[in-house]
């Protein structure tokens, strides 16, 4: 495994070449393949003020890093097989370690065009909150520094009934999910033996996305929640999450917009609230964040170049993270993507006491 990233960097640099054109491409096949390879490196300069900084007891960390995402889905008549796999290899100043996981593998029946079932590992994605997701109860947390990656779904049963409408409402559809956690199965999911049921209910009415959601637990207490989502006018949208633990002072809101400016200017900012703060393992585990990304297309007309800045901010501690980063598109979907991040704060805050005080990242995707 210790040459994989070699291997992936040269399968990456390999497709560079000028485009093919597939005549199969236009063929109705039973199959659909995609995903996409990526190489990264990381020089990462540590903070002394950390608590873990004896952990490494030295000034700075090189990494090395590959992955692979491979999504293949294949259909016959009513069935569909869906699947994603990741392969990951790392090189952290010459310590090795390596994952394989099956992040998504479910089968997919459908009865007639408005029912259906999906029976096996699946990550639903619930929520319209970009960095966040209070409502994504069946989701593991997105990654604060690439809320896009894909996430390892857990095992379940969904069935879900979708019908369209003319008027103003246009859509209505129903899902019910049923998902139980214990030593053998989904036990990263929750440290207790229990059965998970949720509900969600989804409106299109007058242009706006809605959903509804009841989660009953067996062994602790039920919640609910919803989210929406608009767009006020074509470049302007707004949504919203809510989450609540019924019976309980426990509840999380998050508010957002994206707007997309005449001279392609894309901001996307949020803020989110919750009322008990979190395990600090996880990410966004204080009271409140406010975070925005600002993405600026072709700038200086730079041709398949974007430069781009996100900052997330506790308003807790007045800690930050400030991300400084740059895109290339190459021939045959190749990206690029360099970027500066810095944590900030005082001793003793979140982003003050990280490990990592800044990272130059550099990332290069072949997408298929």
């Given at each position: 495994?210790?040459?994989?990233?070699?291997?992936?960097?040269?399968?990456?640099?390999?497709?560079?070449?000028?485009?093919?054109?597939?005549?199969?491409?236009?063929?109705?096949?039973?199959?659909?393949?995609?995903?996409?390879?990526?190489?990264?490196?990381?020089?990462?300069?540590?903070?002394?003020?950390?608590?873990?900084?004896?952990?490494?007891?030295?000034?700075?960390?090189?990494?090395?890093?590959?992955?692979?995402?491979?999504?293949?889905?294949?259909?016959?008549?009513?069935?569909?097989?869906?699947?994603?796999?990741?392969?990951?290899?790392?090189?952290?100043?010459?310590?090795y370690s390596d994952a394989y996981t099956?992040?998504?593998?479910?089968?997919?029946?459908?009865?007639?065009?408005?029912?259906?079932?999906?029976?096996?590992?699946?990550?639903?994605?619930?929520?319209?909150?970009?960095?966040?997701?209070?409502?994504?109860?069946?989701?593991?947390?997105?990654?604060?520094?690439?809320?896009?990656?894909?996430?390892?779904?857990?095992?379940?049963?969904?069935?879900?009934?979708?019908?369209?409408?003319?008027?103003?409402?246009?859509?209505?559809?129903?899902?019910?999910?049923?998902?139980?956690?214990?030593?053998?199965?989904?036990?990263?999911?929750?440290?207790?033996?229990?059965?998970?049921?949720?509900?969600?209910?989804?409106?299109?009415?007058?242009?706006?996305?809605?959903?509804?959601?009841?989660?009953?637990?067996?062994?602790?207490?039920?919640?609910?929640?919803?989210?929406?989502?608009?767009?006020?006018?074509?470049?302007?949208?707004?949504?919203?999450?809510?989450?609540?633990t019924l019976g309980a002072d426990d509840?999380?809101?998050?508010?957002?917009?994206?707007?997309?400016?005449?001279?392609?200017?894309?901001?996307?900012?949020?803020?989110?609230?919750?009322?008990?703060?979190?395990?600090?393992?996880?990410?966004?585990?204080?009271?409140?964040?406010?975070?925005?990304?600002?993405?600026?297309?072709?700038?200086?007309?730079?041709?398949?170049?974007?430069?781009?800045?996100?900052?997330?901010?506790?308003?807790?501690?007045?800690?930050?993270?400030?991300?400084?980063?740059?895109?290339?598109?190459?021939?045959?979907?190749?990206?690029?993507?360099?970027?500066?991040?810095?944590?900030?704060?005082?001793?003793?805050?979140?982003?003050?006491?990280?490990?990592?005080?800044?990272?130059?990242?550099?990332?290069?995707?072949?997408?298929f």
């Open positions: 495994m210790k040459p994989l990233h070699v291997i992936l960097f040269a399968a990456v640099l390999g497709n560079a070449g000028d485009y093919d054109f597939d005549l199969d491409a236009i063929e109705v096949k039973p199959y659909t393949l995609s995903g996409y390879l990526k190489g990264e490196n990381k020089l990462q300069r540590l903070n002394e003020d950390s608590p873990l900084f004896h952990t490494k007891n030295k000034e700075s960390m090189k990494t090395y890093a590959s992955e692979g995402d491979v999504k293949f889905a294949y259909f016959q008549d009513a069935l569909k097989l869906d699947s994603e796999v990741m392969v990951n290899y790392n090189d952290v100043d010459g310590e099956i992040a998504q593998l479910f089968v997919q029946y459908k009865f007639d065009q408005n029912n259906l079932i999906e029976v096996g590992k699946k990550a639903p994605k619930w929520g319209k909150g970009y960095f966040v997701n209070p409502i994504a109860f069946f989701d593991r947390k997105k990654d604060p520094n690439d809320p896009d990656a894909s996430r390892e779904g857990y095992v379940m049963a969904n069935y879900r009934y979708n019908k369209s409408y003319d008027g103003d409402v246009r859509n209505v559809s129903f899902d019910l999910i049923v998902m139980q956690s214990n030593d053998h199965m989904n036990s990263d999911f929750s440290q207790k033996k229990e059965n998970n049921v949720g509900f969600k209910a989804y409106f299109l009415a007058y242009d706006t996305d809605i959903d509804l959601i009841y989660y009953h637990r067996s062994e602790q207490s039920d919640k609910i929640g919803l989210d929406f989502s608009k767009n006020l006018q074509t470049n302007i949208e707004v949504h919203g999450e809510f989450a609540k509840y999380a809101y998050l508010v957002g917009l994206k707007y997309l400016t005449e001279f392609e200017l894309s901001i996307t900012s949020e803020y989110f609230y919750q009322k008990n703060q979190s395990s600090k393992s996880e990410p966004f585990y204080d009271h409140q964040y406010f975070m925005n990304k600002f993405s600026q297309k072709e700038p200086f007309d730079w041709l398949y170049g974007s430069l781009y800045y996100k900052n997330i901010y506790n308003l807790e501690d007045k800690s930050m993270q400030n991300s400084f980063g740059a895109t290339y598109s190459f021939k045959n979907n190749m990206l690029l993507d360099i970027s500066y991040n810095m944590n900030d704060g005082q001793i003793g805050s979140e982003y003050g006491s990280k490990l990592v005080q800044d990272t130059l990242w550099t990332k290069l995707y072949w997408y």
